[in-house]
């Protein structure tokens, strides 16, 4: 069984930042991708940045220069540093981990999302 807990997300002004934290837990073995998404309703979720177990990074074009993905291999956590926010960044931020099990099963478990607002 795997674990996967979000926290961070609240209400920001527009220019404002947020960083929001996903630590995974249970029967791991190892982690392989480490990502975030975002969804709003009526739309497809959506990638925002994922990173690699060699800490390769890939983000959505619309946050480039803004956000910032990290991971902390020791604490089986990875962080979403967001910066600059827009209103067309409110949405519910879901975490994802691709996980090798200890039954050497390997599959991906999400959180249970963190909302992110951004108004004035």
């Known amino acids: 069984q795997v674990q996967v807990v979000e926290s961070g997300g609240g209400l920001v002004q527009p220019g404002g930042s947020l960083r929001l934290s996903c630590a995974a837990s249970?029967?791991?073995?190892?982690?392989?991708?480490m990502g975030w998404y975002r969804q709003t309703p009526g739309k497809q979720r959506e990638l925002v940045a994922r990173i690699s177990s060699g800490g390769s990074k890939n983000y959505a074009d619309s946050v480039k220069g803004r956000f910032t993905i990290s991971r902390d291999n020791a604490k089986k956590t990875v962080y979403l540093q967001m910066s600059s926010l827009k209103p067309e960044d409110t949405a519910v931020y879901y975490c994802?981990?691709?996980?090798?099990?200890?039954?050497?099963?390997?599959?991906?478990?999400w959180g249970q999302g963190t909302q992110v607002t951004v108004s004035s």
């Open positions: 249970g029967s791991i073995f190892s982690i392989n991708v």
């Open positions: 994802y981990v691709d996980v090798t099990t200890l039954f050497l099963a390997r599959g991906d478990y």
